[in-house]
């Protein structure tokens, strides 16, 4: 049987208009279910700087909370769950001072896709914040301008400062729990990418600061093999002396760390472990700033740490490459820094016109190496402040109207003299361990 209906030009109008409406709400506040390995989640469709419609899954977790036993161990996977998890809140920061939404809950990671149905490149973004800052919410790293192309974008929160990096430089607690906690999210990406539209096996890890340092890490690694295949290193290196201690440094604020804590015991690193995981977590975030030598300084004071590759556990690092610089990933890389990145530095030791601490100028040389983070890598301390004043303050004195130049002095000593060595390191043929 057939129908025929005669519209009024009114009647067409309102469906128009409705259908306007409905597209507009849709690509607004629609949901959208994807299955990954470990259930189902439910995102939503948000709209890209340009105003491309764009899927978004938020605070998914990638590893059980590191909490209770957990704490001070390597991640393991996050268990599966029933129904559908709502992938459209964001998760907490990991444990950190300044960030009231911190918590020790917080392996979680962000997904952001154009499409679940492509086969789009990956990148994944590692934040900075001097490993004992920062996070990965979308209100702090967002994908509004990435989404304009055809990428797949992944960001992950991981472990920070003590309990991201503590050590005792043994089996017991050997550190790099914030670097293992990439390397599980990159496997994650491995895993479950393509029910995104990602393509696993076009993976580009990219970080600024000592988000930078750690895609640099993560070149070195044994773990991270194979888990990317091209690398971006913004305002950091491996090679910046911020980013790394020498061996001894990491066993030594452990010590402290454990006086501090009232979990000095018999000495042992077994009774340090156990004494720290009945700690609350806000020790962890306090006790930060009783660690410092001179103000905020240094700003950088847990670091991943070369581990002990026999000892059977699974090892994200197995040389010091200040000492013996290999590479276990064999990728494109680009690295870069901003003209003026110690314009952040500055900004807090000066007012408008002069020092806010006449001491950096009296105490030149020990508190420079503090600042540039050296003071453990040399004892030649006075030569190296001598000759850096001349370069940089030919009068022989840092003082009123002299940010611009100290800029340029700590753009250099922190951040262009370790991303120039990573640069000629992986050019280096004496860097590679196999071919490439």
């Known amino acids: 049987m057939y129908f025929s209906r005669t519209w009024t030009i009114n009647q067409v109008r309102e469906k128009l208009v409705c259908a306007v409406i409905i597209s507009f709400l849709s690509s607004t506040f629609c949901q959208v279910e994807v299955k990954i390995t470990k259930g189902i989640l439910n995102g939503r469709i948000l709209k890209s700087r340009n105003e491309r419609p764009y899927y978004s899954f938020t605070g998914i977790p990638y590893a059980k909370p590191p909490v209770g036993e957990l704490r001070f161990e390597a991640p393991e996977p996050a268990d599966p769950w029933d129904g559908t998890l709502d992938a ?3 998760s907490n920061a990991c444990v950190q001072k300044y ?14 896709t154009p499409s679940t149905g492509g086969n789009f490149p990956v990148m994944f973004w590692i934040h900075g914040g001097a490993f004992y800052l920062g996070h990965s919410s979308p209100d702090m790293f967002g994908p509004d301008y990435f989404m304009d192309s055809n990428i797949v974008l992944v960001s992950a929160n991981f472990r920070l400062g003590v309990l991201g990096f503590l050590s005792t430089e043994d089996d017991v607690i050997p550190g790099n729990y914030g670097m293992k ?5 990159l496997r994650w990406v491995q895993e479950n990418i393509v029910q995104f539209g990602g393509d696993p096996r076009k993976v580009t890890i990219f970080g600024g600061s000592s988000g930078g340092a750690s895609v640099g890490y993560h070149m070195l690694s044994p773990m991270s093999k194979g888990l990317f295949h091209k690398a971006i290193l ?5 090679l910046c002396r911020w980013s790394t201690s020498l061996p001894g440094i990491a066993r030594d604020r452990s010590k402290i760390i454990s006086c501090i804590a009232g979990c000095a015991g018999n000495g042992t690193s077994q009774n340090l472990l156990k004494c720290l995981k009945t700690l609350p977590q806000s020790f962890f975030s306090d006790v930060y700033d009783k660690l410092r030598e001179w103000h905020t300084y240094p700003t950088v004071l847990f670091t991943p740490v070369v581990e002990q590759c026999d000892s059977g556990k699974e090892a994200f690092l197995c040389r010091h490459q200040m000492k013996e610089f290999k590479q276990e990933s064999f990728v494109p890389a680009i690295i870069g820094l901003n003209s003026a990145e110690g314009g952040m530095i500055v900004s807090s030791i000066y007012n408008d016109t002069s020092l806010l601490y006449p001491e950096l100028s009296t105490d030149f040389n020990r508190l420079l190496s503090i600042i540039l983070s050296y003071q453990h890598f040399t004892h030649n301390l006075d030569e190296i402040g001598e000759k850096v004043l001349k370069k ?3 009068s022989g004195k840092i003082g009123d109207h002299s940010h611009l130049k100290t800029v340029e002095m700590i753009t250099d000593g922190r ?3 370790g991303i120039f060595d990573m640069a000629l390191k992986l050019v280096s043929p004496e860097s590679r361990t196999a071919t490439s």
């Open 88 to 90: 459209t809140k964001h």
């Open 99 to 112: 960030e009231t939404n911190s918590s020790e809950d917080c392996l979680y990671l962000n997904v952001y």
């Open 181 to 185: 906690d990439q390397v599980a999210a």
């Open 234 to 238: 913004q305002s950091g290196t491996p």
């Open 392 to 394: 940089y303050f030919p």
């Open 415 to 417: 951040y262009l003299h």
